[in-house]
């Protein structure tokens, strides 16, 4: 651990949000976070008004290819949302306070909803390439407390995780997935710390564990989304077959282009849950203002 860390206070929170306000117009209901590979959602977003990660205060380029780096308001499915495009990893040697930077953003902006999305290496053995899966639960295999240091103003020390992604929410993604003739089975999301890809040693650890699927993101948002007390549902892209169980190695390539066929059915999905969260009528607001 870096010995700043304490003091370090990352992107002024509010200020950002106020820069994101002025800019988009509408308070946003669900914030969505899209992983690599998966920025067709954000064709999805009507009336885009984009803000740059550059012209936020405090807040880094992303260094990961695939990756825009960008904030959209506008609406889907008639409900106001804020999708990201583009994330922060530890493993791109980012603190704490980066990597939850965005998720902060959103909850300041108004947004009771965090959805997450990601790209996975399925170790389940039917989870394979395109397959898409609700993160049930996770085990953090990243060795990373996104919520060291001080308390954040609006979150709580200790956060309860023992249901960490909403079942309600869930239940929703599942009507539409159902509805639409996508499948959408459920798992658990084990979190490495990246940026290398696993070993097939370290992919039968993690199966004995109890991980369906290993991926690099979506836990430390994921807390820090609890800790502010904000609705999470997660869903995975399954991108190929984790290490060892494959017969190719594995490589972002094809991460990006597994995560940009089956990015059609995550929007199609998110779209349908976004839908019902915000009621379909869009005019509703829900949260705080952080
Ligand atoms: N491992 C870790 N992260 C990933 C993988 C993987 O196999 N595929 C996509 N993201």
Do not use: K
């Not at 920025?39 to 807040?59: D, H, I, K, T, W």
């Not at 980066?98 to 996975?120: D, E, K, Q, W």
């Not at 290496?121 to 390439?129: A, F, S």
């Amino acid at each position: 651990m870096r010995a700043d860390r304490a003091e370090a206070a990352g992107p002024p929170i509010g200020e950002c949000a106020r820069i994101v306000r002025e800019r988009g117009g509408t308070r946003p209901q669900v914030h969505i976070v899209l992983g690599s590979g998966l920025g067709g959602l954000a064709e999805r977003v009507e009336g885009a008004v984009r803000v740059y990660f550059s012209q936020l205060p405090g807040f880094p380029r992303t260094s990961v290819a695939g990756h825009e780096g960008c904030l959209l308001v506008g609406r889907i499915a008639g409900t106001p949302v804020l999708v990201q495009s583009g994330r922060f990893h530890f493993y791109e040697g980012f603190g704490a306070e980066i990597v939850a930077a965005p998720v902060r953003v959103g909850r300041a902006l108004g947004a009771g909803t965090l959805v997450l999305t990601n790209a996975s290496g399925g170790i389940r053995p039917d989870l394979v390439p395109g397959a898409l899966m609700l993160v049930d639960d996770h085990i953090n295999l990243g060795f990373q407390a996104p919520l060291a240091g001080p308390v954040v103003p609006g979150e709580v020390r200790f956060p309860d995780m023992s249901r960490p992604y909403d079942p309600e929410l869930m239940a929703l993604a599942e009507e539409v997935a159902l509805g639409a003739g996508i499948r959408l089975t459920r798992g658990v999301y084990g979190w490495v710390g990246g940026p290398n890809f696993e070993t097939p040693a370290e992919v039968l650890a993690l199966r004995a564990a109890g991980a369906d699927v290993v991926g690099m993101s979506t836990v430390p948002e994921a807390i820090v989304a609890r800790a502010g007390g904000q609705r999470v549902l997660a869903i995975s892209v399954v991108t190929n077959r984790a290490a060892g169980l494959g017969l190719e190695a594995v490589d972002h390539e094809d991460v990006m282009a597994w995560g940009a066929v089956a990015g059609e059915g995550l929007g199609r999905v998110v779209e349908g849950v976004v839908g019902g969260v915000g009621g379909g009528g869009g005019g509703r607001t829900e949260g705080g203002e952080g």
